[in-house]
């Protein structure tokens, strides 16, 4: 494990001395922002290797997006803004820029695009650019050429790792850090790519917060092909005895009358898609009143808020997750079942209330897959002052999963856990205020709150 340090140490030192960029080359963006309240961004992009271990010639070039501090705020430092997925651009923070300036008040906040992501290097380059036919996204007809091309140059698509993803972490940190604190904001699979930068790197940071914390690699039974299991029990922990057995009834019906609605598709995923969202969440059970009773309005009225919902996460055009690494990375390393069949996943939903599709679309993914490295499973020997801060109601990420996290990373350095009872995921969008009470003080070095009540 040391020698691979040393090496990964070595290459990025390279990389960065023969990299003409420097702290303060931000300049002007190629797509402009309008974000309410606060000056325009600034833009940087940075050559970096393909593959940091030498196997592989190349680089890929990362964008990356800064917002500063307001001129008359003081500055502290930097806060390196660290999104999920995997396949999540940097633009998902954009709309809550506000929120982070409350969180972090005199910080400069730097927005990187995953490689594969935003602006940043893409799998399928040709597919992926915002002139193909769906810009960013994927339409269906392009599909079969980006695997295609996925397939015919395996090597390079192997090398879109999070290991690799983590060593460009690591060095756009040193590259573009300036005088002040530096911390690092995660969430989700940002929280995995932030933990594998602290074994693969000595990055030197004054804190990192990690936000809707993955499970332990080490433990199978939490990873993404069981999602489904975690939506049921998330779903079904918000209902009563009364209306779970009134939900049993309407799904072993054979009047579908949500099908007017939400046409063919399984209302059970569309129950489990409210639960990343907790002002429709709480519509749950009278929902299920009211399908029971044969009506659709409440059911109407909240397809039409969470496809807003939807668009107001996802205003810009850089905003489009990239599937195409969604499925790599996801099947390479967070699925331990690479056999998984449409029956089984299909089994093991047959009895569920709430439904999650990313087991379905881990049993039919189509990529060249890598093998897990050494990194895997394993925990940084040494964190800097680390938060972590989760949700009791998150989907995405298991609770009790961050938790047994929690208490392994807590041999590396001075960890803290803060409780957002009712919190769902991605807490600066579902739960702002207890997520601003918490980082706000972590990073002023209060003490801060074990728990905080979202609802």
Known sequence: MLILKIKYLLLTLVALFANPLQAGSFGPCDLELNVAGFSSSTCAKSKLPLDYAGNVEGSVELAIRKFTVEESVQRRGQIWLIHGGPGEPGAGFYPFIEVFRAAFEGFDLIVPDHRGTGESTRLCPAEESLESEAGYAMANSEWGACIGSMFANPERTKAFSITNAANDLAALIEQYREPGEVYVYAVSYGTQLTLRMMQVSESKLDGIILDGLIPPESMPEWDLSYRTALVDDVGRSLLSEKSIGQYQQLLASETNVWHD??????????????????????????LIDELVAGHTDLLTDTMIELREAHHRLAPYPQSEPSIPLVMLISGSENNSRRNLSAETVAAEAKDALFIHPLPGLLASASAPFYDRDNYFGQVPERLPRTLIIHGTLDPSTPYKGAKLHAELLDKAGDVRFSTVIGGAHFLPVVAPECFIKAASAFVSTDEVPEHCDSL
């Open 261 to 286: 609605v939400i046409g063919s598709g399984d209302i059970r995923q569309f129950m489990g898609t409210l639960l990343s969202f907790p002002e429709l969440r709480e519509r749950i059970p009278d």
